[in-house]
């Protein structure tokens, strides 16, 4: 089973700032099915990134992707008091179709 | 815009039962593999099952393989988990959470919650 490690556990930024969140996975994987997914108390999570870079529908520009390999990164350019919550990585495993998460980092106001 | 709603979670003792469901509307829910995610306090998500759109293939964890039952019934357009044999361990917000087809949930539920205790 391939492990999905994030971090920092938590992140403490100012409004205006940029948030770097990693995603490191125990083996190398395809960008095709790395995600990222946003959480903020007593709200249904939503698709941020799909495919490693992509992002999801109305999901705002400043939120980006990347990475390759193990190492995967969502990049989120001058914070909004809204952007404050706590973000997951999402990968896909074909054998056979299940999904793992990582812990979750949490990104609070400084 | 696609919406789903969870229900039946509550306080149950350990051993107990409980059954989930989860109702979708504006997309068509046969169409779609659909999934179970759980959270446990303070704990990153957890992927819990999944069923293809007809309902002949499912997945399990391996925590709750055996355990929980995850079924739906696409004329009402309703996902269940069946959750027998329950622990402390089984305690959190359930999510259901919908299979895009593209190897990543693309909505989610807000959550129900289910607490094991005694």
């Known amino acids: 089973e391939i492990v999905l490690t994030q971090s920092p556990g938590t992140l403490s930024l100012s409004p205006g700032e940029r948030a770097t969140l990693s995603c490191r996975t125990s083996?190398?994987?395809?960008?095709?099915?790395l995600a990222w997914h946003q959480q903020k108390p007593g709200q249904a999570p939503r698709l941020l990134i799909y495919g490693a870079s992509n992002r999801a529908t109305g999901i705002p520009d400043r939120f980006s992707g990347s990475g390759s390999g193990t190492d995967f990164t969502l990049t989120i350019n001058r914070l909004e008091p809204e952007d404050f919550a706590v973000y997951s990585c999402?990968?896909?495993?074909?054998?056979?179709?299940?999904?793992?998460f990582g812990q979750g980092t949490k990104l609070e106001i400084k | 815009e696609v919406q789903l709603v969870e229900s039946g979670g509550g306080l149950v003792q350990p051993g107990g039962s409980l059954r989930l469901s989860c109702t979708a509307s504006?997309?068509?829910?046969?169409?779609?593999?659909m999934s179970w995610v759980r959270q446990a306090p303070g704990k990153g998500l957890e992927w819990v099952a999944n069923?293809?759109?007809?309902?002949?293939?499912?997945y399990y964890s391996d925590s709750v393989r055996g355990r929980f039952t995850i079924s739906r019934d696409n004329a009402k357009n309703s996902l269940f988990l069946q959750m027998d044999s329950l622990g402390v361990g089984d305690t959190g917000v359930y999510y259901c959470a919908r299979d895009s087809g593209d190897y990543f949930n693309d909505f989610w539920g807000q959550g129900t919650l289910v607490s094991v205790s005694s």
């Open positions: 999402q990968l896909f495993d074909g054998s056979p179709p299940t999904y793992t």
């Open positions: 069923i293809k759109g007809d309902g002949t293939v499912i």
């Open positions: 083996q190398s994987v395809s960008n095709t099915y």
């Open positions: 504006e997309f068509t829910f046969s169409y779609y593999w």
